[in-house]
């Protein structure tokens, strides 16, 4: 089934870059990733813009993980999250963007009592400084991201650490962005890393490596698919390794709405996992996601003009 799967996921990959570029006077731009953990890789933000809206995430899994494999099925779990998010263009190559998860989980464990988990996150706040632009001639658009993590994260009896537990972090990650006519390709590598929050308890450091393929079959529509390759560091609860280091790899097809008039940005990405690894137990590993993302951008600008 896993090699199934793979080659599944493969093979959808192979077909939408086999898409033939378009011959067109005027070829249509494709939007950029959905994923809620995707970044604007090498791309700016017009000056004095400020785009609002996230991502709705949802995820179901069946079952508890050790390793690389399913263990037992003792415990069902049902995400639903979102990610707020706010992006604004200070100045010509640079801007600033935030994201910040509420999260609600549910847990139906087997042969004891059912929890539910929830609250505010961590927020993320990072300068986005671009370097090459493709528009202007160079081979490519290239930028940096670099900023960190805010300590937003509610800390309850109902929280989650490892959703946020009003911890400090720093980020620092590269983006690229590469167009072909109506292609889109889009690559960005972050790592984060924490310090100790609330309840003496510390994240592991993290690495992401997101890939990103759409195809602009219309000035308003667009197919592709999107990779988000994830390496978290054990956590550290007074000081003790808590073994619960991990890799994750989720890969799947997207479709994305495109309204220019309204500047108005929608995206659908269904993902799954192409292979999961855990040092210890893990529940809650997603069997599959679905991630809505919706944008609207404003120009501030007219306000004073």
């Known amino acids: 089934m896993k090699s199934i799967k793979i080659g599944l996921l493969g093979c959808l990959l192979l077909v939408l870059l086999a898409v033939p570029v378009r011959a067109e006077e005027k070829t249509p731009v494709a939007w950029g990733g959905v994923g809620s953990t995707f970044g604007p890789c090498g791309l700016g933000f017009p000056t004095g813009a400020l785009g609002v809206g996230g991502n709705v995430y949802f995820g179901k899994s069946n079952g508890v993980r050790e390793s690389a494999r399913r263990v037992n099925g003792n415990v069902k779990t049902t995400k639903l999250n979102e990610i707020f998010k706010l992006r604004y263009g200070i100045m010509d190559g640079l801007d600033v963007r935030t994201a910040t998860p509420i999260y609600n989980v549910h847990l139906d ?22 370097f ?36 400090w972090g720093a980020v620092v990650g590269v983006g690229a962005t590469y167009f072909l006519g109506a292609n889109r390709f889009d690559s960005e590598v972050n790592y984060a890393t924490f310090t100790e929050g609330a309840r003496d308890y510390e994240h592991g450091d993290r690495v992401r490596w997101n890939l990103g393929y759409a195809y602009a079959l219309s000035d308003r529509w667009d197919i592709g698919a999107e990779s988000s390759w994830t390496m978290q560091e054990e956590a550290r609860y007074k000081n003790e390794g808590m073994k619960d280091a991990y890799v994750e790899w989720y890969m799947g097809p997207k479709v ?50």
Do not use: C
Request: glycine share 10%.
């Open 109 to 130: 464990r087997q042969g004891t009592a059912n929890r539910d988990t929830y609250g505010v996150g961590d927020s993320t706040v990072l300068l986005h400084k671009t």
């Open 132 to 167: 090459l632009t493709q528009k202007s001639g160079d081979p490519f658009s290239l930028a940096l991201d670099f900023g960190g993590i805010v300590p937003t994260g509610s800390v309850t009896e109902h929280s989650s650490d490892a959703a946020g537990n009003s911890a």
């Open 256 to 305: 994305s709405y495109k309204y220019t008039p309204w500047k108005l940005y929608a995206g659908l990405l269904a993902d799954a996992p192409v292979h999961r690894w855990y040092e210890s137990n893990k529940a809650g590993s997603d069997d599959f996601r679905l991630q809505l993302k919706l944008i609207k951008v404003f120009n501030l600008n007219a306000l004073f003009d």
